[in-house]
């Protein structure tokens, strides 16, 4: 299996603009997690997906931030407009629930930069 | 609410020395995990403990865990340069209705010199 995969790697974009981070789970797992990483506030849970539905998105920052995973093999997040200080490494990660054990696996990051 | 601590924040270790990394969490789980994060790269999984005094042990890195004192360790024996990387402790809400979701801790930066 390829892991997780989040396109893109890097994005610049100037204030105020829509962005759109995409993110294709491992196939087969039935979570979907979106987390932003800072050096400020560390690595924090964005928002969460069990079978493609939402199921806690009280870490979203704000009504700029949005979510969707359309079916079990892509979810984008969205800001829109983008500020200053949403620039940080968006995380995708996945895992398939089971027994004993809930293991999460991260896909490589993509790294927002808003000007 | 979950909470996780890790301690230190960031350890600076000579090659060949022996340290601990701290992770203690507020409330009861049973299942406790282990990432390593290099500069610049996504989070990888080291260790999944599933019991209380479960042990694993890879290379020169050992993890242990107490539930009954809610603290995990992670041990690193004679460090080398290769195990320089942030380390992230996180725990799931097996207890409180939210099993699928990890809290993580703040993470222990290692920096392991010559």
């Known amino acids: 299996d390829a892991g997780v995969i989040q396109s893109p790697r890097h994005e610049v974009t100037e204030m105020g603009q829509e962005v759109t981070l995409r993110c294709k789970p491992i196939?087969?797992?039935?979570?979907l997690f979106w987390y932003r990483q800072t050096m400020m506030r560390g690595l924090e849970l964005l928002i969460y997906?069990?079978?493609?539905?939402?199921?806690?998105d009280s870490g979203m920052p704000e009504d700029r931030f949005s979510a969707k995973m359309p079916n079990a093999s892509f979810s984008t997040l969205k800001i829109q407009p983008s500020e200053p200080r949403d620039s940080a490494v968006y995380f995708c990660?996945?895992?398939?629930?089971?027994?004993?054990?809930?293991?999460?696996?991260f896909g490589p990051g993509t790294r927002l930069t808003v000007t | 609410e979950l909470k996780v601590e890790q301690n230190p924040l960031f350890l600076s270790m000579q090659e060949g020395k022996n340290y601990t990394i701290y992770c203690n969490y507020s409330?009861?789980?049973?299942?406790l995990y282990w990432y390593r994060q290099d500069p610049g790269k996504s989070l990888e999984s080291l260790f999944v403990?599933?019991?209380?005094?479960a042990v694993k042990q890879e290379g020169r890195l050992m993890a242990s865990l107490d539930t009954k004192a809610r603290l995990s360790t992670l041990h690193i024996t004679a460090a080398v340069h290769d195990l320089s990387a942030t380390y992230f402790c996180a725990v799931d809400g097996l207890w409180t209705g939210t099993a699928s979701k990890l809290t993580f801790g703040t993470g222990t930066r290692l920096q392991v010199t010559l």
């Open positions: 409330t009861t789980s049973d299942r």
């Open positions: 196939s087969g797992h039935d979570y």
């Open positions: 403990l599933l019991s209380n005094g």
């Open positions: 990660a996945s895992s398939l629930y089971s027994e004993p054990a809930n293991e999460q696996y």
């Open positions: 997906f069990n079978n493609n539905v939402p199921i806690d």
